[in-house]
């Protein structure tokens, strides 16, 4: 269990989960990226990727 940068809610970070993975805040839907810490994994904002229109 970590908290959510964005609104301090409780995000569960299941016990499989693997870096890299993206997680989403069930409060206010914000998505992060599994970081590997020391202990367990840190959160880290995700990238947003828009679309390209080739501008």
Do not use: N, R, Y
Not at 2 to 19: F, N, Q, R, Y
Not at 20 to 37: D, R, Y
């Amino acid at each position: 269990m970590t908290k959510c940068a964005e609104c301090d809610a409780d995000i569960s970070v299941p016990g499989d989960a693997l870096e890299g993975e993206i997680v989403t805040c069930p409060e206010c839907g914000a998505s992060f990226e599994l970081v590997k810490a020391a202990e367990g994994f840190e959160l880290k904002p995700a990238q947003t990727v828009g679309e390209d229109w080739g501008q």
